[in-house]
């Protein structure tokens, strides 16, 4: 069914960075947002007025960085059995996953890859008769440099194959590149970079050959180098991007590269109960570097879209993307610009910015209802009291959001 109402906010977001406005007017025809002004005493009493003068509205949100095959789970044993799903043990946590971010408002994530390529073949297979409204962008098998980190998340090249040559005969439908081009960051000391993975030349070469694909490349990165490599070979965004330094946060804002710095899964391990308070040391002051990058990339408006590695050691699935809200309101970003890394950023850099992101005429009507004002929004958004996509309420084939 095809919906038109209008609705009464009583505070909007509208994804683009601009402050928020009281009391607004959207009316909504054919799931298209048709008006978004400024509400008159007339309008409460409109025939098929949805009354949200109690909450605030926002677009639905996008998660960059997520990786569908695990879950957030802390436990060390499940965590190794989930690393041993076949695909249908697999695909039913997948839908699970799913079921979760379209609770906390999430419609749309971008994969970054799994060992055995389970979230790319769910989203073949099975996405579609599990009827769920979700965008899911998939890496399949990410890539990495043999005896280097990246075992749950893909695979190196084989046969003697440069990575460009392995990434051009890479016959599935992947929706974008994932390469790891450093280690995970140190618990133990602070501030240690790894080597970049791969030779610079060898990185320039994987990217070209990914873009004569139509494929976009997401490279997992920490430390100056491997960063630096990864942008001079032209990535379209790094992920994490610790430590990665001053010079690396100008390059990107002078060529609008994207920084996915998933900040919350840091915060994780600074605050596990039995992280050993040496190590939780190491956390937090990794975090703390990371939030003083993110305040410079907010001074050299380096564009943002924010990703939370869901599947991570403590990181659920929907329920974490509030947390990275948070914290880059943290670093001194306003609720509006940090409410837009969620939405428009992202859709731009995941390539879906004409059907998700922005609240204007237009636009699929596809937004978020958080139940009071923007004060509490990041409460309240802990699940959203109702999502509608493209003017249609998802209730989830339950009572969660009705
Ligand atoms: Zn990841």
Redesign the pocket.
Known sequence: MIESFSLFAGWLIDGTGQPLRENMFIRVEQGLIHSVRRARQADMYAPDLVNCSHATVLPALLDA???LCMSGTTAEELRRKQLNFDFDMAGKMIRSHLMDHLTYGVVAIRD??DYAAHALRYKHQKLAQDQLPIHLLAAGK?WRSRGRYGRL?GRPPQDGKSLAEAIAEQNIQADHV?IANSGVNSLTHFGKETPPQFHAGELTAAVRTARNKGLRTMV?ANGKKPVRQALQAGCHSI??GYFMGPDNLQWMADRQVYWVP?AY?MKVYADLPDNGSSRADVARKNLDHQLEQMAAARTLQVPIAL?T?A??LGINHGQALSEEIKLLMTAGYSLEWSIRAATWDAARLLGLDDELGVIKKGMPATFIVARGNPHCLMDSLCPPEQLYIRGTLWSGGDTRLT
Request: hydrophobic fraction near 10%; charged fraction near 20%.
């Open positions: 960085h997520v990786h970054g890859g990410g998340i994932k997992h992920e994490h998933t899964s990703g590695d599947g991570g």
